[in-house]
């Protein structure tokens, strides 16, 4: 992996975490969507663009787009998102340190399995 | 039907969408970015260029409405699931891009990928068979 790539995929790993946090965060707030009707699903989306943490997550998500398109460019598709797999690492911290979420041994095996994957992806 | 098994039930659903939609749409983002062309300069002209090439590309169009729809099942499954729990789990897609790699595209993928892939689908079974949510409501 060059230089270039391993840039644009901090920036894609950093950036999209950040920015799914951020958007988590926001609909955390809202409770659960218990209707599907388009009324309802319009009114939940409404009041989730109100919350400036949904702004900042889709600003974040939007730069981690574009590392994803530059990076797209340069390499296959089927090394390029497994590689991504290792934001699972810092899902799992976030998810546990910002948001206060309980995460389970078995859970974290599964995150460090998905790690393992990633790295057999690489050397692959 | 009671309110864990309903909530799994939809949960299961929702994550199954987010796989396809986001594999698809990035199998598609990579179709446009290889009609286009690998970004080798980074001159702001050039960057202009790329950037009005990649927009007015339909594959691209095509990607991110796939990842519009990828979203959008994202944003409802959150409102009720743990992030740690819905990341993990939609990793199913992982394999669904290498496939679609393969099958579309014509992508080379080593056998140590595929075997990167399918570990990668393990830890996600390990990671959905724990509670979608850990935290208290509201």
């Given at each position: 992996?060059?230089?270039?790539d391993?840039?644009?995929?901090?920036?894609?790993?950093?950036?999209?975490?950040?920015?799914?946090?951020?958007?988590?965060?926001?609909?955390?707030?809202?409770?659960?969507?218990?209707?599907?009707?388009?009324?309802?699903?319009?009114?939940?989306?409404?009041?989730?663009f109100?919350?400036?943490?949904?702004?900042?997550?889709?600003?974040?998500?939007?730069?981690?787009f574009?590392?994803?398109?530059?990076?797209?460019?340069?390499?296959?598709?089927?090394?390029?998102?497994?590689?991504?797999?290792?934001?699972?690492?810092?899902?799992?911290?976030?998810?546990?340190f910002?948001?206060?979420?309980?995460?389970?041994?078995?859970?974290?095996l599964?995150?460090?399995?998905?790690?393992?994957?990633v790295?057999?992806?690489?050397?692959? | 039907?009671?309110?864990?098994?309903?909530?799994?039930?939809?949960?299961?659903?929702?994550?199954?969408?987010?796989?396809?939609?986001?594999?698809?749409?990035?199998?598609?983002?990579?179709?446009?970015?290889?009609?286009?062309?690998?970004?080798?300069?980074?001159?702001?002209?050039?960057l202009?260029?790329?950037?009005?090439?990649?927009?007015?590309s339909?594959?691209?169009?095509?990607?991110?409405?796939s990842?519009?729809?990828?979203f959008?099942?994202?944003?409802?499954?959150?409102?009720?699931?743990?992030y740690?729990?819905?990341?993990?789990?939609?990793?199913?897609?992982?394999?669904?891009?290498?496939?679609?790699?393969?099958?579309?595209?014509?992508?080379?993928?080593?056998?140590?990928?595929?075997?990167?892939?399918?570990?990668?689908?393990?830890?996600?079974?390990?990671?959905g068979g724990?509670?979608?949510?850990?935290?208290?409501?509201?």
């Amino acid at each position: 992996m060059s230089a270039r790539d391993a840039i644009s995929l901090a920036i894609i790993i950093f950036a999209g975490t950040g920015g799914e946090l951020c958007v988590t965060r926001t609909m955390k707030r809202i409770g659960e969507v218990k209707s599907f009707y388009p009324h309802h699903l319009l009114r939940v989306i409404g009041r989730a663009f109100r919350s400036g943490w949904m702004w900042l997550g889709i600003g974040l998500m939007t730069l981690s787009f574009f590392s994803l398109l530059m990076l797209l460019s340069w390499e296959n598709v089927s090394f390029v998102v497994p590689v991504t797999a290792l934001s699972y690492v810092f899902g799992a911290f976030g998810g546990k340190f910002l948001l206060g979420e309980h995460i389970e041994p078995r859970r974290w095996l599964g995150v460090v399995l998905v790690c393992l994957g990633v790295l057999l992806v690489c050397i692959g | 039907m009671n309110f864990r098994h309903r909530l799994h039930g939809k949960t299961l659903f929702l994550i199954g969408l987010m796989a396809v939609f986001g594999a698809l749409g990035d199998v598609l983002l990579r179709k446009g970015m290889k009609q286009i062309g690998a970004v080798a300069s980074w001159h702001p002209a050039a960057l202009l260029s790329t950037f009005e090439r990649t927009f007015s590309s339909g594959p691209i169009w095509l990607g991110i409405t796939s990842l519009l729809l990828f979203f959008v099942a994202y944003l409802l499954v959150l409102s009720w699931a743990d992030y740690s729990y819905v990341q993990p789990a939609s990793a199913t897609g992982y394999l669904v891009v290498a496939v679609l790699g393969y099958l579309l595209l014509g992508e080379v993928v080593p056998r140590m990928r595929w075997v990167g892939v399918l570990i990668i689908c393990l830890g996600v079974l390990l990671v959905g068979g724990t509670p979608p949510r850990t935290t208290e409501e509201g």
